[in-house]
């Protein structure tokens, strides 16, 4: 193979003059004659340039708390959806990424520029963001508007979209599937989805408490509950489920108690996962925009430290009810 040194004998210049002409360096000054015989010269030996690796200098190092587990991820990947985004991001911007854990001080993240916070958080686990003393963002929670900024999905909104689409196809037993928010400690948090349902069909005089009924967040659980919810006297004519997962156990359920998906149960889903589009009959659902959400959260985490506002920010992001073939007129 040839070298720059057999270039630069043939052409008769330094190896120094081969190395910058090769790499186009428009600094140098020499004549049109001379980059004529040094590339001559390289295309006679063959010589194939290597193109040298920039060195990619980080421009930052961010923290990463947050309160599941990894098991709990994959089982409802929303929480994993936005965990890839916000990585990708500070990835393609060049900055690295630091794992927090309980045991961390303020000094040993005295190098972080800042902390994003990903999930829902007891007391402890606020007053130890706040004792590491970072700027930081919280996505998915909003613990305190005075200290943090923060990123959310408009639960309110995206539930009362849903159960008025059931409404106004006639639904008026609907039920709900849901499960408790659990942080990697083992503290258990009410669902906000089960909250607007209960207080919105309250507020429309359909609520009943029987129909409301909680479990986990995974297929089995779908399965279980509504074979219990259809075993009653009074069945609902609909559900809405906390997230796709439930959903899928939902349809197996239905399936093998022949109970036929819309005709005679409509369910409605939240998440948008991949899949859903792909059920029989396709699951209508609650789009949350993750991608956006983890963006956003690394937008507004280095506009802070780059402005240092003082003024805390809450980034509301708004759903989409995707109709698809899963929930149908209830039939009199």
């Known amino acids: 193979m040839a070298t720059i040194k057999d270039i630069a004998d043939l052409a008769q210049v330094s190896m120094a ?36 690796k920039k060195k990619t200098k980080k421009k930052g190092l961010i923290g990463l708390y947050y309160s599941y587990s990894l098991e709990e991820e994959l089982i409802d990947t929303y929480y994993l959806s936005i965990r890839v985004a916000l990585e990708k991001k500070l990835e393609n911007m060049g900055m690295e990424l630091y794992k927090i854990s309980k045991e961390d001080t303020k000094k040993s993240v005295s190098k972080l520029d800042g902390i994003i916070c990903l999930g829902t958080f007891k007391k402890a686990d606020i007053e130890l963001i706040k004792s590491l003393d970072r700027l930081s963002v919280f996505v998915d929670a909003n613990p305190d508007e005075n200290y943090f900024d923060s990123v959310v999905i408009d639960f309110n909104s995206a539930t009362k979209n849903a159960l008025n689409y059931l409404i106004e196809l006639g639904h008026q037993n609907i039920g709900f599937i849901g499960g408790v928010e659990t942080d990697m400690y083992g503290n258990r948090f009410k669902d906000l989805r089960q909250d607007v349902f209960e207080s919105y069909l309250k507020e429309k005089g359909i609520f009943k408490e029987d129909f409301v009924k909680i479990g986990g967040y995974n297929p089995k659980d779908g399965y279980l509950i509504l074979k219990e919810l259809l075993s009653g006297d009074v069945r609902p004519t609909a559900v809405f489920v906390a997230n796709d997962s439930i959903a899928v ?6 399936y093998e108690l022949g109970v036929k998906i819309p005709n005679e149960l409509s369910i409605v889903g939240f998440n948008d996962v991949s ?41 509301t992001i708004h759903t989409k009810l995707i109709i698809r073939g899963s929930a149908a007129t209830v039939k009199s």
């Open 17 to 52: 003059t081969v190395s910058r002409v090769l790499n186009y360096d428009e600094t140098l000054n020499v004549s049109p004659e001379t980059r004529k015989r040094i590339f001559e010269a390289a295309e006679e030996l063959n010589y194939v340039i290597t193109p040298k």
């Open 249 to 254: 156990g939902c349809y197996k359920a239905a």
């Open 275 to 315: 899949s859903a589009q792909y059920m029989v009959p396709p699951l209508t659902t609650v789009k949350l925009y993750t991608e956006i959400m983890g963006e956003t959260a690394v937008d507004l985490l280095l506009e802070r430290i780059a402005t240092k506002r003082e003024i805390c920010k809450k980034v």
